[in-house]
T-cell receptor, first 110, second 113 residues
Framework: GQNIDQPTEMTATEGAIVQINCTYQ??????LFWYQQHAGEAPTFLSY????GLEEKGRFSSFLSRSKGYSYLLLKELQMKDSASYLC???????????FGAGTRLFVKA | NAGVTQTPKFRVLKTGQSMTLLCAQD?????MYWYRQDPGMGLRLIHY???????AKGEVPDGYNVSRLKKQNFLLGLESAAPSQTSVYFC????????????FGPGTRLLVL
């Protein structure tokens, strides 16, 4: 079957670093996405990995290991505005299906 | 450049009523998608379209129909609404497959009583 697992909730302190993990089992693999979704709003794109390794983009980095079916999103220098849900999504081969995880709700406290 | 817009933002229906949700994008994207998002679950694909005049079923298509008569518009219809269709509906578009990200609309909150 196809499955994406990520923690339901996490809490971190302003200024700290937090790592959100995602494991997946899908029929084929054609890229992994991370989206950010603030409460009551639409998801917005954060990162895309198709090859193994780390992709860095400002305060956000995303890592992928295809052999382990594993990814993480690293958020540095946390800010209050980073309080949101973070969605891990995998595009399977065959193109049109992107499977989304349930999301990790991150709470940033002062 | 408005991106992806959805109409209406919120709607309450009685069981058995019908309605159409409208999605419009001004980015000239080929691909468009309809998802539903329920608490504790990920976004689930209802239907998608790879171009004007084409549609295909996604993961949870039952109870919904779609049409893509114009490239910029993608309509989602509920012929006979059921309480199980209470959800937040997101439309998305992307220029092509592969690594291209999807751009999401603001969502439509639907409550079926």
């Amino acid at each position: 079957g196809q499955n994406i697992d990520q923690p339901t909730e996490m809490t971190a302190t302003e200024g700290a670093i937090v790592q959100i993990n995602c494991t997946y089992q899908t029929s084929g693999f054609n890229g992994l996405f991370w989206y950010q979704q603030h409460a009551g709003e639409a998801p917005t794109f954060l990162s895309y990995n198709v090859l193994d390794g780390l992709e860095e983009k400002g305060r956000f980095s995303s890592f992928l290991s295809r052999s382990k079916g594993y990814s993480y999103l690293l958020l540095k220098e946390l800010q209050m505005k980073d309080s949101a849900s973070y969605l891990c999504a995998v595009r399977s081969t065959g193109g049109f299906k992107t499977i989304f995880g349930a999301g990790t709700r991150l709470f940033v406290k002062a | 450049n408005a991106g992806v817009t959805q109409t209406p933002k919120f709607r309450v229906l009685k069981t058995g009523q019908s309605m159409t949700l409208l999605c419009a994008q001004d980015m000239n994207h080929e691909y468009m998608y309809w998802y539903r998002q329920d608490p504790g679950m990920g976004l689930r694909l209802i239907h998608y379209s790879v171009g004007e005049g084409t549609t295909a079923k996604g993961e949870v298509p039952d109870g919904y129909n779609v049409s893509r008569l114009k490239k910029q518009n993608f309509l989602l219809g509920l012929e006979s609404a059921a309480p199980s269709q209470t959800s937040v509906y997101f439309c998305a578009s992307s220029p092509r497959l592969g690594g291209d990200t999807q751009y999401f609309g603001p969502g439509t909150r639907l409550l079926v009583l």
